[in-house]
């Protein structure tokens, strides 16, 4: 039971990846689908980020002798490579489901802008209500108070 209990907490205490520089214009070549790297982002609230072995599978081959990728290399496999600090950040009260805008059909540029012509990200839109409200009422998308946050509080 000691070592079930140490290997869980190995695992949720992945650290994540050293400011590992990636650049979404170098890759953009490939034609990737977003939730190739952000898997979660057609079915969950938060649009995860790759993990070590999710680059490395093109990596081990690809470029390997570039200090990034050496970086990668050295990494255990499930390690996720997010950025040194987020560019998206919602409050705390305010929730978004990556997976409900998918399942509506808006694409990732909507948010994100032209990120495949981005050497780093930028943020495209701002982390507003006014952004995400301006936004419902183009779409037609409900602006009613709990579809974004948790009532009563």
Do not use: W
């Not at 170098?26 to 079915?43: G, R």
């Not at 680059?55 to 490579?81: D, N």
């Not at 978004?96 to 495949?116: D, L, M």
């Amino acid at each position: 039971m000691k070592f079930v209990v140490l290997m869980l907490l190995a695992v949720l205490t992945l650290p994540a990846a050293d400011a590992i520089a990636f650049s979404h214009k170098q890759h953009a070549p490939l034609k990737l689908d977003c939730k190739y790297c952000h898997v979660t982002a057609t079915s969950g609230e938060r649009a995860s980020y790759p993990t070590a072995s999710t680059c490395m599978t093109c990596h081990v081959q690809v470029a390997k002798g570039q200090p990034e990728v050496r970086k990668l290399a050295a990494l255990p496999k499930e390690t996720p490579i997010e950025p040194e600090n987020s560019v998206y950040m919602l409050a705390d009260f305010a929730y978004f489901s990556h997976a409900r805008h998918f399942t509506a059909k808006i694409n990732c540029q909507k948010c994100h802008g032209q990120i495949y012509d981005m050497a780093a990200v930028e943020q495209v839109l701002p982390m507003t209500m006014k952004a995400c409200v301006t936004c419902h009422r183009e779409t037609h998308a409900t602006t009613a108070c709990n579809k974004c946050h948790e009532l009563g509080q």
